[in-house]
C-alpha cells in the first residue's frame, strides 16, 4: 500500500511518500532524520496525538482551564476525550500542570492544565 | 376622535424613518398612537440603508412632492438634527461633467433646482473644482451647497425615541396580518394582539402595496430595486471634502455610483441600481460589487480595493416598474376607497430629507378631518448616547471620573467605551438584537468589523439580560449567534 | 505627563519578550500597556501546541508559552498597566491612555509598537450574498470557544487553510461539531504542512484547493455557501459552482498587522508586510519608535517574535544610550521569488537579522545576499513556503562597505 504523510514531529514537516504492507514498512522517501521512520510506523500501527482542549473552572479568572493530554494518546480517543471535557469542572486557582482528570477511558489518561487560572478577583470593580 | 370603542387614535404600520416621524409629529397632540412594526427594531428596511444625504432638491422635477417636500425638509433638516441630538454635516455636493455634452445636463439641473427653490446653485469650472476636489477631474460642476449629509439610522431612531418619550406606543415584532374596518373603526391584527384605531397610517415602505390591499384600499404595485454599497474605511475620508456624483444618466432610475462621504468619517461607494424579484433580497452580488469600485475608479483613481471594509444594500420602494425606470412621484394621501386610511406609497428618494414634511403633511391631513389638539407635555428635544471619542480631554476626564465605564474601550476600532454599549443594549425601545447596539453606539462598525469588540458585547448583553447564549441574536429572529454553551453540546459521531 | 524610558504598547508574546530583553539588559524604567485583562495577548486562546520548539526546546501551548513570559515579568517586578487602551500616540512619543481610572498622558524615550494584528473580514474581501449571522472570523471563533466557553455553529464552512483555519477545524470537530470542508483559494495550503495533518487528514476533512466561496445565503443565520473552482487565469469556472448547505462560515482569511496607532504618529507603514518600514534596529522612520511581533510583519512561530523581539533590544539600548553604530546606509533591493524582506533598509552597521517570506513554495533553494554581481551571503534552504517565515543573519563584517544589497531566491 502506498500513502502520503506529512511527518509532525517538527517543524521540518517532511512530505513522506510510505510504502508498506499491513504494518511492515518496505520503503520511506523524503525522511530528513530517522525520527520520521518512527513516525510513519507508529501512523500504520497505532497513530498517538496530543489532545488539547478546554474545562470549566468555577470561580476563576478565565472562563476555562486549557488542558491537554501530557502524551500523546491513540487518535481514536480524540472525539470521545473532547465529549468528556463538556462535563467536567474544577475549581480556581488551577496551576500550569495541574491533573484536572485521570485515567479517562480507563486508558490512563490524563489530562493536565496548560493555562494558569486565579481565583476570581472579587473586589467591586471602581 | 370619534367615541367608538378602540385602543389607539392613529396606528402607524411601519416604523421606518417617514413612520417615526410622522409618530412624532402626531405626539405633539392629545391622541393616542401606536406604531407597528414587524422587525425587531425601528428603521430596518430602507431607512437605515440609504447614503444618508440631506438633498437639496435638484433632482427632481418641479411641481411634485418630491420636489416640494425635498425642498423644505433641507431647509428644516439642520434644526431638527439638534432637536434630537443626530449628526448633521453640510458638506455640500458636485454633481460633475466628465464629458462635455453632461455640461448641458448641469445646466438642467441648475435651472430645475431654482424652479424648485433651490438655493445658492452655482455651476464651476475645472479650476474652481479642483481647488475644491483636488482628487477629482472633471470638466465642470454643479456645485450644491445646501446638500448635506446625517445619519439615516441615527435619525430614524432618535425620532422614534422622541415620539416614545412623548407619549406613543411602539410594537417592535409585531407583523400586521390583517386590517378590517367595523364601523369607523379599524381593526389591526398582529400575531399577539389586536389593534383598533379610528386611523391608520399605511409606512411600510416596501410592504405598503400590501397593507393598502389588506385593508381594501387601493391596489399599489411596489417594484423592489436593490441598491448596494461598499463602505470605505475612515483612512480615505480625506480623498474628498464633499459629496460627489457623476452626472446621472436619463431614465437610470437611481442617481448614480457616488462617492459618499458619512458623517462618522467613511466614505460610500454606490448605490447601484437594479430591479429584483424578491423584495428581502439584501445580497450584495459580485457583479455590482465589481462595478461599483470600477465606476467610482472612473473619477476618483484614488479608490481601492483594498480600502473596503464592508458591503451592504437597501431595497427602494419603487413605483415605477422597471420597464419605465425612472421615478414616480410620492403617493401621499387619504385612500378614496377607505376612509381615514392614509397611503404613504413609493416613498423613496429623497424621503430620508423629506421625512419631516411629510409627517407634517400626513398631520395636516388628519388635522383637517379631526381638529387636533396640541399638547403643552410635547418635548422636541431628545439626547442620543454621548460619543466619548468626540469630547475634549478634559470632558472625557470628568466622565471617567464619574462613571469609569467611559474609561473601558470596547470598540477599539471606533472608539466606542462600555458606558456606550451599555446605553445602547439599554436603549428605550427596547432593541437587543446586534444590529440594534451597533447602530446606536458605532460599535462593530470599524475596519475590524467586531473582530475585538463582538466577543466583549455578547458577554455584556448576556450578563445585562441574564440571556441564554442562544437569544443573542444578530437582528431578529433566527439569527443567534451562537448554538449553547460548549459544555452542552454533547454530540458525537 | 508621566516620563517612561520605554513604554511598550501591547503585553503579549512581543510586548512581554522585548519588556525581558530591555529589563535584562538593564532598563529599569519599563511599562507594557495591555488592553486585555490579562499579559500574553492571542496566546492564551491559543490551546494547542507547538509553541516553544525552539526557545524552549519544548512543544508548549500559547497559553503555557505564554505564561513562560509572565511569570518572568512578574518575577523582575516589571510594570505593566491592564485594561488600558492606548487611545493616541505621536511623533513626539506621547501617548494617551485611557482605562477605568482615567486618561494618562506618557511620555516616553522609546515606543515599542507591539499590538499585534486582526483578522481580515468578511467584508473587506467582499464575498457576496446576504450577512446573516454565523459569519465568523477564526481567531473571534476561537476566542468564544476557547475563551468564553459558547459553540458557534453545528455545520462549519471554512475558508482559507491558513493556521487558525486548520487550527480552528479540528477544535470543532473535537468539540462536536461537523466541519464541512476547508475551502483554499490558492493551489497550495497557506498553513504549516503539519496542521494539514493533524488538523484536516486526521479528521477526514476535506481540503479543496483552488476554491473560493462565491456566494452567501440565509437571512437571519447563514442556511448556504456556493463554492467554486478558480481556473488558472484566477477567474471562477462556472461549471464547479456547488451548494453546501451549513450553518457556520469560519474565515481564515488573512491577518492585518494592527497599526493604526502607528498611522496616527506618521510612522511609515510597508504595503506588502502592512507593518511599519524598519532598519535593521527594528527603528521606524520616527526616531526612537521601534516595532516587533506581529505588527511588524505577521508571524506564524511565536519563537520567531520572542526572538524579534530581543533582537530590537540591542538597537533599543544603543538608542537610549546615545551609543550610534557605524552609520552605513544600505539601500535594499527586493529580487525575484521574495515577497518581502525586514528590514526594508540599513542605516547602521552591525548584525543584522533579515525575515523574510517568499512568493511560491520550492525545495532546494538559495536565497542570495549580492552587491552588484558579488555575492555576500547565501543560505540554502531544503524547502520554502510562503507560509514560514525564514530568518537569516548577515555579520556586520559581511554588510561593511557596502551600499547596495540585492536579495533574491534561485
Known amino acids: 500500500?502506498?500513502?502520503?504523510?506529512?511527518?509532525?514531529?517538527?517543524?521540518?514537516?517532511?512530505?513522506?511518500?510510505?510504502?508498506?504492507?499491513?504494518?511492515?514498512?518496505?520503503?520511506?522517501?523524503?525522511?530528513?532524520?530517522?525520527?520520521?521512520?518512527?513516525?510513519?510506523?507508529?501512523?500504520?500501527?497505532?497513530?498517538?496525538?496530543?489532545?488539547?482542549?478546554?474545562?470549566?473552572?468555577?470561580?476563576?479568572?478565565?472562563?476555562?482551564?486549557?488542558?491537554?493530554?501530557?502524551?500523546?494518546?491513540?487518535?481514536?480517543?480524540?472525539?470521545?476525550?473532547?465529549?468528556?471535557?463538556?462535563?467536567?469542572?474544577?475549581?480556581?486557582?488551577?496551576?500550569?500542570?495541574?491533573?484536572?482528570?485521570?485515567?479517562?477511558?480507563?486508558?490512563?489518561?490524563?489530562?493536565?492544565?496548560?493555562?494558569?487560572?486565579?481565583?476570581?478577583?472579587?473586589s467591586i470593580k471602581k | 376622535m370619534s367615541t367608538s370603542r378602540k385602543n389607539y387614535d392613529v396606528v402607524i404600520i411601519g416604523a421606518g424613518v417617514v413612520g417615526c416621524a410622522i409618530a412624532r409629529e402626531l405626539s405633539r397632540y392629545h391622541i393616542d398612537i401606536a406604531v407597528l412594526e414587524k422587525e425587531?427594531?425601528?428603521?430596518?428596511?430602507?431607512?437605515?440603508?440609504?447614503?444618508?444625504?440631506?438633498?437639496?432638491?435638484?433632482?427632481?422635477?418641479?411641481?411634485?412632492?418630491?420636489?416640494?417636500?425635498?425642498?423644505?425638509?433641507?431647509?428644516?433638516?439642520?434644526?431638527?438634527?439638534?432637536?434630537?441630538?443626530?449628526?448633521?454635516?453640510?458638506?455640500?455636493?458636485?454633481?460633475?461633467?466628465?464629458?462635455?455634452?453632461?455640461?448641458?445636463?448641469?445646466?438642467?439641473?441648475?435651472?430645475?433646482?431654482?424652479?424648485?427653490?433651490?438655493?445658492?446653485?452655482?455651476?464651476?469650472?475645472?479650476?474652481?473644482?479642483?481647488?475644491?476636489?483636488?482628487?477629482?477631474?472633471?470638466?465642470?460642476?454643479?456645485?450644491?451647497?445646501?446638500?448635506?449629509?446625517?445619519?439615516?439610522?441615527?435619525?430614524?431612531?432618535?425620532?422614534?425615541?422622541?415620539?416614545?418619550?412623548?407619549?406613543?406606543?411602539?410594537?417592535?415584532?409585531?407583523?400586521?396580518?390583517?386590517?378590517?374596518?367595523?364601523?369607523?373603526?379599524?381593526?389591526?391584527?398582529?400575531?399577539?394582539?389586536?389593534?383598533?384605531?379610528?386611523?391608520?397610517?399605511?409606512?411600510?415602505?416596501?410592504?405598503?402595496?400590501?397593507?393598502?390591499?389588506?385593508?381594501?384600499?387601493?391596489?399599489?404595485?411596489?417594484?423592489?430595486?436593490?441598491?448596494?454599497?461598499?463602505?470605505?474605511?475612515?483612512?480615505?475620508?480625506?480623498?474628498?471634502?464633499?459629496?460627489?456624483?457623476?452626472?446621472?444618466?436619463?431614465?437610470?432610475?437611481?442617481?448614480?455610483?457616488?462617492?459618499?462621504?458619512?458623517?462618522?468619517?467613511?466614505?460610500?461607494?454606490?448605490?447601484?441600481?437594479?430591479?429584483?424579484?424578491?423584495?428581502?433580497?439584501?445580497?450584495?452580488?459580485?457583479?455590482?460589487?465589481?462595478?461599483?469600485?470600477?465606476?467610482?475608479?472612473?473619477?476618483?483613481?484614488?479608490?481601492?480595493?483594498?480600502?473596503?471594509?464592508?458591503?451592504?444594500?437597501?431595497?427602494?420602494?419603487?413605483?415605477?416598474?422597471?420597464?419605465?425606470?425612472?421615478?414616480?412621484?410620492?403617493?401621499?394621501?387619504?385612500?378614496?376607497?377607505?376612509?381615514?386610511?392614509?397611503?404613504?406609497?413609493?416613498?423613496?428618494?429623497?424621503?430620508?430629507?423629506?421625512?419631516?414634511?411629510?409627517?407634517?403633511?400626513?398631520?395636516?391631513?388628519?388635522?383637517?378631518?379631526?381638529?387636533?389638539?396640541?399638547?403643552?407635555?410635547?418635548?422636541?428635544?431628545?439626547?442620543?448616547?454621548?460619543?466619548?471619542?468626540?469630547?475634549?480631554?478634559?470632558?472625557?476626564?470628568?466622565?471617567?471620573?464619574?462613571?469609569?465605564?467611559?474609561?473601558?474601550?470596547?470598540?477599539?476600532?471606533?472608539?466606542?467605551?462600555?458606558?456606550?454599549?451599555?446605553?445602547?443594549?439599554?436603549?428605550?425601545?427596547?432593541?437587543?438584537?446586534?444590529?440594534?447596539?451597533?447602530?446606536?453606539?458605532?460599535?462593530?462598525?470599524?475596519?475590524?468589523?467586531?473582530?475585538?469588540?463582538?466577543?466583549?458585547?455578547?458577554?455584556?448583553?448576556?450578563?445585562?439580560?441574564?440571556?441564554?447564549?442562544?437569544?443573542?441574536?444578530?437582528k431578529g429572529n433566527h439569527s443567534s449567534l451562537l448554538t449553547g454553551y460548549r459544555s452542552n453540546e454533547v454530540k458525537i459521531s | 505627563m508621566t516620563e517612561k524610558d520605554v513604554i511598550i504598547i501591547g503585553g503579549g508574546a512581543a510586548g512581554l519578550a522585548a519588556a525581558l530583553a530591555c529589563r535584562e539588559r538593564g532598563i529599569k524604567d519599563i511599562l507594557i500597556i495591555e488592553r486585555n485583562a490579562y499579559l500574553g495577548g492571542i496566546l492564551h486562546q491559543c490551546i494547542h501546541d507547538g509553541f516553544g520548539l525552539e526557545k524552549f526546546n519544548a512543544s508548549l501551548t500559547g497559553p503555557e508559552y505564554a505564561q513562560r513570559y509572565i511569570d518572568l515579568v512578574m518575577s523582575k517586578k516589571i510594570p505593566y498597566l491592564l485594561d488600558s487602551m492606548v487611545l493616541d500616540l505621536n511623533a513626539k512619543k506621547e501617548i494617551l491612555v485611557t482605562n477605568r481610572q482615567g486618561l494618562h498622558h506618557y511620555h516616553a524615550k522609546v515606543i515599542i509598537l507591539a499590538m499585534g494584528c486582526r483578522e481580515r473580514t468578511r467584508g473587506a474581501i467582499a464575498i457576496p450574498g446576504t450577512r446573516p449571522a454565523g459569519i465568523y472570523t477564526a481567531g473571534v471563533a476561537q476566542e468564544l470557544i476557547n475563551l468564553k466557553n459558547y459553540m458557534i455553529g453545528r455545520k462549519v464552512v471554512i475558508l482559507g487553510s491558513g493556521d487558525i483555519g486548520m487550527i480552528m477545524a479540528r477544535r470543532l470537530m473535537l468539540e462536536g461539531a461537523e466541519v464541512l470542508l476547508v475551502a483554499e483559494k490558492l493551489p497550495y495550503s497557506s498553513g504549516l504542512p503539519r496542521n494539514i495533518n493533524q488538523c484536516l487528514y486526521d479528521f477526514d476533512i476535506p481540503l479543496l484547493l483552488n476554491h473560493t466561496v462565491i456566494d452567501i445565503k440565509g437571512n437571519g443565520r447563514i442556511s448556504e455557501v456556493a463554492l467554486a473552482e478558480i481556473g488558472k487565469r484566477g477567474g471562477i469556472i462556472k461549471k464547479s459552482k456547488r451548494k453546501i448547505p451549513c450553518d457556520t462560515l469560519l474565515l481564515s482569511v488573512g491577518l492585518i498587522p494592527e497599526n493604526e496607532l502607528s498611522r496616527q504618529a506618521g510612522v511609515i507603514l510597508n504595503p506588502i508586510t502592512g507593518g511599519p518600514e524598519v532598519d535593521e534596529r527594528g527603528q521606524t522612520n520616527i526616531s526612537g519608535i521601534f516595532a516587533c511581533g506581529n505588527v511588524l510583519q505577521v508571524h506564524d512561530i511565536v519563537d520567531n517574535v520572542s526572538l524579534e523581539a530581543e533582537y530590537i533590544t540591542e538597537g533599543i539600548i544603543d538608542y537610549l544610550q546615545g551609543q550610534l553604530k557605524k552609520h552605513q546606509a544600505i539601500q535594499i533591493i527586493l529580487s525575484n521569488g521574495l515577497r518581502y524582506v525586514v528590514p526594508q533598509k540599513i542605516l547602521t552597521l552591525k548584525d543584522t537579522i533579515f525575515s523574510f517570506r517568499v512568493n511560491q513554495p520550492g525545495k532546494k533553494k538559495t536565497l542570495l545576499f549580492e552587491e552588484n554581481n558579488t555575492l555576500i551571503h547565501k543560505t540554502f534552504f531544503s524547502r520554502v513556503n510562503p507560509a514560514e517565515m525564514l530568518r537569516v543573519k548577515l555579520s556586520s563584517e559581511e554588510l561593511e562597505n557596502i551600499k547596495r544589497l540585492t536579495v533574491r531566491l534561485v
Request: hydrophobic content about 35%; proline content about 4%.
Open chain 2, 40 to 474: 425587531a427594531d425601528v428603521g430596518w428596511g430602507i431607512s437605515c440603508r440609504n447614503s444618508g444625504v440631506v438633498h437639496a432638491g435638484f433632482n427632481y422635477e418641479p411641481g411634485t412632492l418630491r420636489a416640494q417636500l425635498c425642498v423644505e425638509g433641507n431647509k428644516t433638516f439642520n434644526e431638527l438634527c439638534l432637536e434630537l441630538d443626530v449628526p448633521y454635516k453640510k458638506i455640500g455636493k458636485f454633481v460633475v461633467a466628465f464629458k462635455k455634452e453632461e455640461i448641458t445636463e448641469l445646466k438642467r439641473l441648475k435651472k430645475q433646482g431654482e424652479e424648485n427653490g433651490v438655493e445658492d446653485l452655482q455651476i464651476v469650472g475645472t479650476d474652481e473644482l479642483k481647488r475644491m476636489e483636488p482628487n477629482i477631474q472633471g470638466l465642470a460642476a454643479l456645485h450644491s451647497p445646501n446638500t448635506a449629509i446625517t445619519s439615516p439610522y441615527g435619525l430614524t431612531i432618535a425620532l422614534a425615541e422622541n415620539a416614545l418619550k412623548n407619549g406613543t406606543a411602539f410594537f417592535l415584532n409585531t407583523e400586521v396580518t390583517a386590517i378590517k374596518k367595523n364601523n369607523s373603526v379599524f381593526r389591526i391584527t398582529t400575531p399577539k394582539k389586536t389593534f383598533t384605531s379610528a386611523y391608520v397610517i399605511n409606512s411600510a415602505g416596501l410592504f405598503s402595496d400590501r397593507i393598502s390591499r389588506m385593508a381594501g384600499a387601493e391596489k399599489y404595485r411596489i417594484y423592489p430595486c436593490r441598491g448596494e454599497y461598499f463602505i470605505l474605511d475612515k483612512n480615505t475620508s480625506k480623498l474628498v471634502n464633499h459629496l460627489v456624483y457623476p452626472v446621472p444618466k436619463a431614465g437610470y432610475g437611481g442617481l448614480g455610483v457616488h462617492i459618499t462621504p458619512t458623517v462618522d468619517g467613511n466614505i460610500l461607494l454606490g448605490p447601484s441600481n437594479e430591479y429584483i424579484k424578491n423584495k428581502g433580497n439584501l445580497s450584495s452580488t459580485s457583479k455590482v460589487m465589481k462595478m461599483l469600485v470600477s465606476e467610482s475608479r472612473d473619477f476618483l483613481p484614488l479608490v481601492s480595493n483594498r480600502d473596503i471594509i464592508r458591503s451592504y444594500s437597501g431595497i427602494r420602494s419603487k413605483q415605477a416598474p422597471s420597464s419605465e425606470g425612472g421615478f414616480w412621484d410620492f403617493t401621499i394621501g387619504e385612500s378614496r376607497m377607505v376612509e381615514n386610511f392614509i397611503n404613504l406609497i413609493g416613498i423613496e428618494s429623497p424621503g430620508l430629507t423629506a421625512a419631516q414634511t411629510i409627517a407634517q403633511k400626513v398631520v395636516k391631513i388628519i388635522n383637517k378631518k379631526e381638529k387636533l389638539k396640541i399638547s403643552s407635555k410635547f418635548n422636541p428635544f431628545r439626547k442620543g448616547i454621548l460619543r466619548f471619542e468626540a469630547q475634549s480631554e478634559d470632558v472625557k476626564k470628568s466622565l471617567i471620573k464619574e462613571d469609569p465605564d467611559y474609561g473601558e474601550i470596547i470598540c477599539r476600532c471606533e472608539k466606542v467605551t462600555k458606558k456606550e454599549i451599555l446605553e445602547a443594549i439599554h436603549n428605550p425601545l427596547g432593541a437587543r438584537d446586534l444590529i440594534s447596539i451597533k447602530y446606536r453606539s458605532r460599535a462593530m462598525m470599524g475596519r475590524c468589523q467586531g473582530g475585538y469588540c463582538l466577543t466583549r458585547i455578547i458577554e455584556l448583553l448576556k450578563e445585562k439580560f441574564h440571556l441564554d447564549p442562544r437569544d443573542i441574536t444578530l
Open chain 1, 1 to 122: 500500500m502506498n500513502r502520503k504523510f506529512v511527518c509532525i514531529i517538527c517543524p521540518n514537516s517532511c512530505q513522506l511518500k510510505v510504502e508498506y504492507e499491513d504494518k511492515t514498512i518496505k520503503k520511506i522517501i523524503g525522511a530528513q532524520c530517522p525520527k520520521g521512520e518512527a513516525f510513519v510506523k507508529n501512523e500504520i500501527t497505532n497513530p498517538l496525538r496530543v489532545f488539547v482542549g478546554s474545562v470549566k473552572v468555577t470561580n476563576g479568572n478565565f472562563k476555562l482551564v486549557s488542558v491537554k493530554t501530557p502524551n500523546p494518546i491513540p487518535k481514536k480517543y480524540l472525539k470521545h476525550i473532547g465529549k468528556i471535557t463538556h462535563s467536567l469542572e474544577i475549581a480556581a486557582p488551577v496551576a500550569i500542570g495541574q491533573t484536572i482528570a485521570s485515567n479517562l477511558l480507563n486508558e490512563k489518561i490524563d489530562l493536565v492544565a496548560t493555562r494558569k487560572v486565579r481565583k476570581k478577583n472579587l
